[in-house]
Each structure stands twice: as C-alpha cells, then as structure tokens.
C-alpha cells in the first residue's frame, strides 16, 4: 500500500515530503470555514515554495450524526451508537426505545458536506502535482428520530430511514474543515503501472498531454486533477485504480457535429474549441473523457491522411496512436 505521506520527485531515487499531513491536519483544524480561500492562504503561508490553487470542489454528500433534543443540546454524537445502546438499556425492548424517543421528541442529525482538491505543481510533467483533499461539514437537524405516524420496524429503521420525517433544518455549531489525505500523484501513477501490464488509460492520458501541445503551453493540474482509489480485495490485494476529472466550473465547450466538414473548415471547428477551453489541443483531450465525440477525431486522422496540415507535428503524432489503440477514461 502507498503511504501517502512519501513524495517523489522526477528521479525516483530521491524522496522528499513536501506537505506534512500533520501540519495540514493542524491547518485544517485550526482555521475557520467560512472561507475556502482563506485555508488554502494558510496553507499556502505554511509551503511558499509549492504555488497551491483550489482546483474544485465535490459534490455534496452526507453521512449520519448525532442525537439532540429540540432545543438543540445534544443528546450523542453517534445515532448509530446511542440507538444500539438505548435499545440494551430499554432491556431490548423496541416498542420502549420508540416510546422513549417520542416522549422527548429527539431530532436525528447529519453531516453534510464537501471535498476540497487542492493541487500544488512540482514539475513539468502532468502528473508531477501534489493533491490535497480537505472536507468541509457542517452538522444539520434536519429530522426527527421517529414519526409516530409511521413509526420504524427495526432498529436500523430507526437510525437510517428511507423517509423520514422532516424537522425545520438548523445548523448544529459551526462548519469545519477535517484534512482527509495528500497524494503524490507522480508517485501514485508509478506504483499504479507496477501492478499492471498494460498503461492504465490515466496514464496514457497523462503521456498524451505531455506529448501534445497542451503539455509544452498548459499546466496539466490547472484544468484536470484526479479520483483516487484503494481498498484491499477480498483476498487482501491492494486494488488501485484513478480517474482523471476536469476542474473547470464551467460547461464543456460546444462543438459542432464534425459530419460533412474537413479541412479549413474543421480546422477552425477545433480550434475555436481550443480557444474556449484555454489550451492548445483541448478537444482531443474532452474526446477522450467522453465530452466531445471520437467522430471527431476520425474527422482530424481522415484529413491528416489528406494531407491537411493544420495540427503540429507532436499533436497528429498524439491522435495517430490514438486512431490505431483508442481509449476513453
């Protein structure tokens, strides 16, 4: 298994650590979340010599809480751990743990929350960045325990029902921020090809932008970073596996069907693209993420096989290998 917390650096010989989990934990910790810039400033404060940007934010999840009365004073912390215990202390009795909720009118609550990917640049390769992730929570009532209406079956009913009944939501204390982990992610796509034969679609993604004109003008963690993960199989196996997501908030650029055009005209359709995306050979790569259609770059090959000339050398290098073993992440 990585430890994440080991860096590499373009030679794989030499390790340094150039971000301290423990450090950031305490960062993270320490600082308010009411604003996300302001963390990353404070850890930027901590490791000057590595620029760091919010690269983009997850998607919203949630995950159990605690209990609390209805005037907000908290009964647990762990829905799933105080419902077990009652229910011992009710002498296993359900219809007792039901009543006793109802007589107090306990509200259930819940996490909810974000995760920050932070990315930091330490070479010129693509994958040559360090990612940072950072969940930001914040505790909500939102529900209470049980409804009398409809009461639960069973115990885990009652801690995670499928509908329960709504409470005006209100926040419990303040948001937080929690460091989750730090990935080398050079290191991780090395250790990642160790345990296959062939190149894992990210990488080759990864070898195409640093083949490509988007390697030599862009910098890769500024508009993709990457999902993460690892879990052990059920023989005990480390079992990796990555994707690479697009950061940019904005929607993918418009390209027109490719259908009946070529030359000039097709020319101009990508590289409008391009211009959109802010870097040179965009296209290819929302191609092989699924955004933009591999007709595409059919429609390019086809013409470079004509002798149009209007992708650089290293980019028709790039969409030939393509053409001839394609891939989609």
Known sequence: MIN???????????????????QLGRICKETLA?????????????YPDFPLHLARVGHEWYRLGGV?????????????????RTFIECGQNFHTLLDYCEEESFLGTRHKGVTLYLVARTGSRAEDFVQIEVDRTQEVADRYLIDVDNPPDDLEELIDPLNPLSAEPFAIGVSRYTYRRKTEVALFMNELGRHRVDRHPAQRFMDDWNASSAGQDGIFCRYWSVRLNQHKGRHGEQIMNVDVVRNQKRDVPRLESPEAKKGKALATLISRFDIQAGYPFAWFFYMV??????????????DLMKDYDYLPERDATVLKRWVARPYLL
Do not use: C, M, Y
């Open 34 to 46: 009411n604003s996300d810039d302001a963390l990353v400033e404070r850890i930027q404060q901590a």
């Open 289 to 302: 993420k699924g955004q933009v259609s591999p007709h595409v770059g059919e429609s390019v090959h086809r």
């Open 68 to 84: 609390i009365k209805p005037d907000g004073s908290r009964i647990a912390s762990d829905l799933n751990e105080w419902a077990e």
């Open 4 to 22: 994440p917390e080991i860096a590499s650096h373009a030679s794989e010989a030499v390790l340094t650590v150039r971000f301290n989990g423990h």
